[in-house]
């Protein structure tokens, strides 16, 4: 079974402060993904990475980056925290190539509920 | 510009009957299409698939249909059951582009009354 994991369920920070979200998946896959959920909004891309060091903006990706450095870990990073980042954020990942028959599904963690006081 | 559309926020049924839940979508490049159940507080998890050479998938107590003339499916779930009760988003992409980027719905919230 493919297993991502993210490295809190909750988080409180103060607005301005650097954070951290941490997102691992044992699975030897290519693709991860960044995402945030607001009710009525759906989940929104905020980046997407298809390789080591490689990255790729989504459709929200301002007062965001992200890193990754090792194949198996994807961080977003919040180098300023807003009330307005307040979300669920939901890390994803998925294999490249054709390799199984549900060859687009994503694999998704548990998420991180992050609010920012 | 919203390319995945779910038009309706909520819905309630009562178990052991139909729920329906439809998705609408506006780019013509998209061939493949999935969707999403999710518990509060929890990741999406995936239900079903559909590709575009088809207009039917079934599994179990879920079917999806594909009208690609229509540009529109919708997830058949028989009986509901109160399990069932979470959001669901539909999502979309374009196969053979080398990105697996899924462009998703709003959701629609499922209630399933006993």
């Known amino acids: 079974d493919v297993k991502v994991t993210q490295s809190s369920r909750y988080l409180v920070k103060r607005t301005g402060e650097k954070v951290f979200l941490e997102c691992v998946q044992d699975?030897?896959?290519?693709?991860m993904f960044w995402y945030r959920q607001d009710p009525g909004l759906g989940l929104r891309l905020i980046y997407f990475s298809y390789d080591v060091k490689m990255k790729e903006k989504g459709d929200i990706p301002e007062g965001y980056s992200v890193s990754r450095e090792k194949k198996e870990r994807f961080s977003l990073i919040l180098e300023s925290a807003s009330t307005n980042q307040t979300s669920m954020y939901l890390c994803?990942?998925?294999?490249?190539?054709?390799?199984?028959?549900?060859?687009?599904?994503?694999?998704f963690g548990p998420g991180t509920r992050l609010t920012v006081t | 510009d919203q390319q995945v559309k779910q038009n309706s926020p909520s819905l309630s049924v009562q178990e052991g009957r139909i729920s329906i839940l439809n998705c609408d979508y506006t780019n013509s490049m998209f061939d493949y299409f999935l969707w999403y159940k999710k518990y509060p507080a929890e990741g999406p998890t995936f239900l079903i698939s559909?590709?575009?050479?088809?207009d039917k998938n079934e599994d179990g107590r879920f079917t999806v249909f594909l009208n690609k003339s229509a540009k529109h499916l919708s997830l058949h779930i028989v009986p509901s059951q109160p399990g069932d009760s979470a959001v669901y988003f539909c999502?979309?992409?374009?196969?053979?582009?080398?990105?697996?980027?899924?462009?998703f719905g709003k959701g629609t919230k499922l209630s399933v009354i006993p």
């Open positions: 559909i590709s575009s050479i088809k």
């Open positions: 999502a979309a992409t374009r196969t053979g582009a080398g990105s697996y980027q899924l462009t």
């Open positions: 994803a990942s998925i294999a490249g190539g054709d390799t199984s028959g549900n060859k687009y599904e994503q694999y």
């Open positions: 699975m030897d896959h290519e693709n």
